[in-house]
């Protein structure tokens, strides 16, 4: 059984940083592609990053320059580190990984305000 626990989350002002921290326990993180998703209020779950086992990354066109992923297998954690946040960054932020089934975690609030 996988599980999966994010960290991290918290109220930011504009452009600011925060990062994101994702424990996960089993014996399939080094292997599975790791990524976090975000739903804001009223909106669909959509994918901000995701980083492979081998360290390939994919960013969603919101958040490319600003979001970096990255991951410590010796950890089993993956990060997201949040540059230059934005209002509309604001959302529950989900931990996700895949390998022969998604996994999720419970979801951490992001809110970016002055």
């Known amino acids: 059984q996988v599980r999966l626990v994010e960290s991290g989350g918290g109220l930011v002002q504009p452009g600011g940083s925060l990062t994101l921290s994702c424990a996960a326990s089993?014996?399939?993180?080094?292997?599975?592609?790791m990524g976090w998703y975000r739903q804001a209020p009223g909106k669909q779950r959509d994918l901000v990053a995701r980083?492979?086992?081998?360290?390939?990354?994919y960013y969603g066109d919101s958040v490319k320059g600003r979001f970096t992923i990255s991951r410590d297998n010796a950890k089993n954690t993956v990060y997201l580190q949040m540059n230059s946040l934005k209002p509309e960054d604001t959302a529950v932020y989900y931990c996700?990984?895949?390998?022969?089934?998604?996994?999720w975690g419970q979801g951490t609030q992001v809110t970016v305000s002055s």
């Open positions: 089993g014996s399939i993180f080094s292997i599975a592609t």
């Open positions: 980083i492979s086992s081998g360290g390939i990354t």
């Open positions: 996700w990984s895949t390998l022969t089934r998604d996994y």
